[in-house]
């Protein structure tokens, strides 16, 4: 589960995921019935990212290791 925070009218998500070279978290896609946010992350790098603040956004993680993940904001 991703640690969510509100701020300035964005949401901060941060993973608690390893990121290492050989497991991380590659990709983000937060889909909405009528938007999609791509966000890539890289191996090595913090797990964090932001968003805008909207609601009903799921979250699809994918890893490196073609993991696929689903959280609901």
Known sequence: QPVIQEFDGQYSVKFNHPMTKSDY???V???RYDQIITVNLYAESEALFTLPQVQGLRLFVITNMSELISVLI
């Open 29 to 31: 896609i937060a889909v």
């Open 25 to 27: 978290i590659s990709q």
